[in-house]
């Protein structure tokens, strides 16, 4: 009898290991840029060219992220392909590009099941995405 409940254990424990993340079932889907966010020091011309830029990447992008953990981004008609995973613990999102061996790895400010708030530092500079979840027609 012990053993029988051991076993049953073994696999709750197990089932329960396989299951997704709250996170990972809240990042599944379309995502469509709200805001766009870059922090860095320039020239006042150097600023409204690159919101600009912004204002056309926010019309003309997405981001999607399928439960078999690939994801397709178009920002203003480039797309990227690749593979995703969170790590809950940390708050991380990790992409790699299909193809290549370079992953990037993004901080989760907000995720939720309609805002994704991302965010990374390179150089000094930081960028915050804000996504809104696309409404299904």
């Known amino acids: ?7 049953l254990g073994f ?3 197990f089932l329960l290991s396989c299951s997704d ?6 990042i599944r889907g379309k995502w ?5 966010r870059v922090n860095v020091n320039q020239p006042q011309f150097e600023q409204d060219r690159l919101q600009e830029e912004i204002q056309k ?5 997405y981001f999607i992220f399928h439960a ?9 008609g480039n797309i990227e392909k690749g593979k995703w995973r969170i790590d809950p613990k940390t708050q991380k999102l990790s992409t790699q590009k299909s193809n290549t061996n370079t992953e990037i790895s993004l901080n989760i400010d907000t995720l939720n099941t309609k805002t994704f708030v991302f965010s990374s530092t390179k150089d000094s500079i930081t960028t915050q995405v804000s996504l809104i979840k696309e409404i299904s027609k």
Do not use: T, W
């Open 11 to 13: 696999c709750l424990l």
């Open 21 to 26: 993340h709250p996170m990972e079932k809240n």
């Open 1 to 7: 009898m012990l053993r029988s409940f051991r076993v």
């Open 32 to 36: 469509l840029i709200n805001d766009y």
């Open 57 to 61: 990447i926010k019309k003309n992008s």
């Open 68 to 76: 078999n953990y690939e994801y397709e981004v178009n920002l203003n």
